[in-house]
């Protein structure tokens, strides 16, 4: 079965950097798109980055400028990069599987366990 299993969160400062991992297992990785959830405390779960098959991204216009999302076929993973963080970045991120490139395959639904990133003042 499809597992999504993220790393790279925990404590930085503000201005600081992290660099999120999302490992893929379970499916053709190169596929599918990709994307970047992330949940702050009392609020809803958001769209933060996706990643298409074909490596075009889009951003939510929270974190244009400062995050990077990136996929590497040949190791299933996705990453997010992280600069010029700011409190209210602090949330739980979620890796998620995206619709797959062509009908042929299956859209699956998927998430990762989630990954706690703290940005302090």
């Known amino acids: 079965q499809v597992q999504l299993v993220e790393s790279g969160g925990g404590l930085v400062q503000a201005g600081g950097s992290l660099r999120l991992s999302c490992a893929a297992s379970?499916?053709?990785?190169?596929?599918?798109?990709m994307g970047w959830y992330r949940q702050a405390p009392g609020k809803q779960r958001e769209l933060v980055a996706e990643i298409t098959s074909g490596s075009s991204t889009s951003y939510a216009d929270s974190v244009k400028g400062r995050f990077t999302i990136s996929r590497d076929n040949a190791k299933n993973t996705v990453y997010l990069q992280m600069n010029s963080l700011k409190p209210e970045d602090t949330a739980v991120y979620y890796c998620k599987l995206g619709p797959p490139s062509s009908g042929w395959y299956p859209r699956l639904d998927a998430w990762g366990q989630g990954t706690l990133v703290t940005v302090s003042s």
């Open positions: 379970g499916i053709i990785f190169r596929i599918y798109a």
